[in-house]
């Protein structure tokens, strides 16, 4: 499992899983919604947290920074 979600989208990710999880938290969504705010805020969070997103490899998305070629490789 290797990092497919970048830093800034991570830190989106974290702040709406904050936000939806608080909405349904003190109660500002109801009827089914609050539910759903909790699943998809709690996805978003642990998605942000750990730096993978399962959809995005299915989709073969990747939004994490190129990482630099090591000193003295040929790209072989």
């Known amino acids: 499992m290797s990092c497919n ?3 800034i989208e991570r830190a989106i990710r974290v702040l709406v899983g904050l936000a939806l999880i608080g909405l349904a938290y003190f109660q500002l969504l109801t009827g089914g919604w609050d539910v759903l705010a909790y699943i998809v805020g709690g996805v ?3 998605t942000g947290f ?3 997103c399962p959809a ?3 989709f073969r998305i990747n939004t994490c920074a190129a990482k630099p070629a090591k000193a ?5």
């Open 5 to 7: 979600v970048g830093g």
């Open 44 to 46: 978003a969070l642990l």
């Open 50 to 52: 750990i730096g993978y």
């Open 56 to 58: 995005w490899a299915v």
């Open 72 to 76: 003295g490789s040929t790209g072989h």
